[in-house]
């Protein structure tokens, strides 16, 4: 169990002595906790030692299993945690000002590596990762919440500087990363931000409106292009574009020495592995046990991940836990939508850049595994609790109820 874990249950206690104590109950009715409930009930079933033969379950490894049960049940928790606390604008605009501080900061510890401890760092930049994937998934989250706020202007004129120096460092870490799906992922993003953009609607007349839309889009495209563009030529791009290329010699050797296998290999036999279980899968977290069966390397490779989270979902838990995340993903890009169209500026631009956010994550995950770690899964859960808040009017109902009682 990780310290995160036992956070997340040390403040589960609090809240149930909470709750005890003022004699209220109190939790935000968000729909995207039924898929989690969902995806925590398959791997339950799992556990249960209901299949035939010697081994007793259906999961291949029942430990594994019952670790990530665990850490899905803590994720569960943070996420109905965050969704309940962080329920004003007051807590949501210092939720954004932590998570967007946390982000540069990261950022800049990844610049560091890169150039004031490139004597005694050889590997590349990672800031505190392992894998410069996973850095640069997190910092694309931060991207998105930070350039909605600067599309929307829904802060001071004098804080969009400090914003867009925000965005640019995030750009300029993710760019020393040199990690494919983070850049592909980050141009997703803006293009995601710019479409949003385009198709708002205003009170205003039709043709305004459109002008308008035309005119954030253009922002949203201009803020790309100059913050990427910024961050290559502050930081450069040689060590990114020899990654694009594959070029194996001297220089780029150690920083692509963790991707010496075919992604192709891999999902070729992550689906093979989805035909044998279709129904349940093989079990959560199961898929290092499960991988040697079905690996075309004979056993040269080491494989504990997909390296794409909707193949291994499928494996992991079969066709009910993918109907699961799926689910998620239809409700967040919905409510979502919804959220990012409130008349409130601030409300509208940590809706939206929260949902951009996420969307980055979403697509990054076609070619990675960010959401199997817990610094980018719990990001990505703040996110979508940010991207999906409950309407002020039940709220405002909500607060005068328990006023009146």
Not at 254 to 271: K, M
Not at 351 to 378: E, K, P
Request: proline residues 2%.
């Amino acid at each position: 169990m990780t310290l995160w874990e036992v956070w997340v249950f040390v403040t589960a206690v609090l809240w149930v002595i909470l709750t005890i104590r003022d004699g209220e109950f109190r939790l935000e009715p968000n729909p995207l906790l039924l898929p989690i409930v969902g995806l925590l009930l398959v791997a339950i079933v799992q556990l249960l030692p209901i299949a035939a033969g010697e081994r007793r379950t259906i999961s291949l490894d029942p430990y594994l299993t019952s670790q990530a049960t665990i850490k899905l049940f803590a994720s569960l928790l943070f996420f109905a945690l965050f969704t309940t606390f962080v329920d004003t604008a007051e807590r949501r605009q210092f939720a954004v000002k932590v998570i967007l501080g946390m982000c540069i900061l990261i950022a800049l510890v990844g610049v560091g590596q890169n150039y004031v401890g490139r004597a005694l760092w050889q590997r590349g930049t990672f800031g505190p990762f392992v894998n410069r994937n996973h850095f640069a998934g997190f910092l694309e989250m931060g991207v998105g919440l930070a350039s909605a706020a600067i599309v929307v202007r829904s802060v001071r004129i004098e804080m969009m500087a400090v914003y867009a120096c925000g965005v640019l460092i995030m750009c300029a870490g993710l760019v020393l990363s040199a990690s494919r799906g983070g850049v592909v992922s980050l141009a997703a993003e803006f293009g995601f931000l710019a479409l949003i953009a385009l198709t708002a609607r205003s009170e205003k007349r039709e043709e305004r409106s459109r002008v308008r839309g035309l005119v954030r889009a253009a922002g949203v495209m201009g803020l790309a292009a100059g913050t990427v563009i910024a961050a290559l030529l502050i930081v450069g791009s040689e060590r990114l574009v020899a990654n694009f290329a594959q070029e194996q010699d001297t220089q780029t050797a150690e920083l692509l020495n963790n991707e010496r296998f075919s992604r192709r290999d891999i999902w070729g036999a992550t689906v093979a592995m989805i035909r044998d279980h279709p129904v349940l899968g093989i079990g959560l977290g199961a898929f290092q046990v499960a991988y040697p069966r079905y690996d075309p390397s004979s056993g040269t490779q080491r494989v504990e991940q997909s390296h794409n989270d909707y193949l291994q979902i499928l494996a992991d838990t079969g066709i009910i836990g993918g109907a699961m995340a799926v689910a998620f993903v239809v409700l967040l890009l919905l409510r979502g939508l919804r959220a990012a169209g409130a008349h409130d500026r601030q409300r509208r631009a940590i809706a939206l850049g929260a949902l951009t956010g996420c969307f980055a994550i979403v697509v990054h995950s076609f070619v990675d595994f960010n959401l199997q770690i817990t610094a980018n899964a719990q990001m990505f859960l703040a996110l979508a609790a940010l991207a999906t808040p409950v309407r002020e009017k039940k709220r405002r109902g909500a607060e005068t109820r328990r006023r009146r009682e």
